[in-house]
């Protein structure tokens, strides 16, 4: 899909303009035209970026490559990569999807190319197609816009991820199982991916907050800067939130090494409790039913009634015994 906003002094905001007006348009600098590819196969937009006199390999990284956040300064324009990622979560596990926003930026003008549609976008072309006064402070503070909802978007997700590990943890002293590990490491993998994005993104906002660049208005630079302090908090949080993972992951481990040293404790109990019935039934056996020889004193009544004694009350002696040591 390709659309197209266009806005004049005085008049009112153009939809969808024609593709062949395109280089026209950005002749006039009062006007500011912004052009927005969705999921458009290469071959549709590659005369479009042409007219608008791109360096060819700003335009094969756009159409063809996959890259990080960076910023490439062409002069006349920039050309910018920012990254979205969209995390759900899906009972068991999470759905991480990465997504890549090339912009380029002119004097008054400004394109946008991306293969599925994003929300922090859309948001901003709602609110520039309702309010036509958010062109008026020009293609730079535009591109501020779209920037601060796309790094508004990931509180949100920071958020819901916060909430997870809260009830992994609870999961853990409750009832730990394997799908508690393998939610510790889904969350360990999103994190991660989070801050492969923040990191970089950060260096091109404080770019655009710091350098000169000749598309972007100085007084606009303290609003990028605004966004590279959100970042730094975020990237901040990201710390915290694996630090978090990394310490209920610590404390699954010495959940499970504690019920299995309780399991032990018990299986020890029941042998130590029995090894002395086990000696002792092992040594008489069943010479109390068969007489033999000059040893038929061992299988009178009164020698089975003291060993059935003897058999129900060393268990229990033991016992009592273990618990004053305080082993049980």
Not at 250 to 271: C, P
């Amino acid at each position: 899909m390709i659309r197209s906003l266009y806005y004049a002094q005085g008049k009112p905001v153009r939809k969808d303009v024609s593709p062949r007006e395109f280089s026209k348009l950005i002749k006039n600098r009062r006007g500011l035209l912004w052009v927005d590819f969705t999921g458009e196969p290469p071959e549709t937009c590659l005369p479009i970026l042409q007219s608008f006199g791109f360096h060819p390999l700003a335009i094969d990284d756009a159409l063809q490559e996959t890259h990080s956040p960076k910023l490439d300064d062409w002069v006349n324009y920039l050309y910018i990569v920012l990254n979205y990622i969209v995390v759900a979560s899906n009972g068991e596990g999470w759905d991480t999807e990465i997504d890549e926003l090339d912009i380029f930026l002119g004097q008054n003008y400004i394109v946008t190319h991306h293969d599925h549609p994003i929300p922090a976008l859309d948001e901003t072309w709602d609110s520039c197609n309702r309010n036509p006064r958010a062109f008026q402070d020009g293609a730079d503070h535009l591109l501020y816009k779209i920037a601060d909802n796309l790094v508004a978007g990931y509180m949100p997700m920071a958020e819901k991820i916060d909430d997870a590990i809260d009830r992994i943890e609870d999961q853990i002293f409750d009832r730990p199982s394997p799908q508690t590990l393998e939610r510790l490491f889904a969350l360990k993998r999103v994190l991660l991916a989070m801050r492969r994005i923040l990191l970089p993104q950060r260096e091109v906002m404080n770019k655009l907050a710091r350098d000169d660049y000749r598309v972007i208005d100085p007084k606009d630079r303290i609003f990028f800067r605004d966004i590279y302090d959100h970042l730094v908090r975020l990237h901040d949080l990201n710390e915290s939130l694996r630090d978090l993972v990394g310490g209920a992951l610590d404390t699954y481990l010495s959940v499970i090494n504690n019920r299995m040293n309780d399991i032990m404790k018990t299986l020890t109990i029941i042998t130590t409790l029995f090894m002395p019935l086990a000696f002792i039934t092992g040594f008489f056996g069943m010479n109390f039913f068969e007489p033999l020889g000059l040893m038929k004193t061992w299988t009178t009544a009164a020698v089975f009634y003291l060993m059935l004694g003897i058999t129900l009350l060393l268990p229990l002696g033991m016992y009592l015994w273990m618990r004053r040591r305080t082993w049980i």
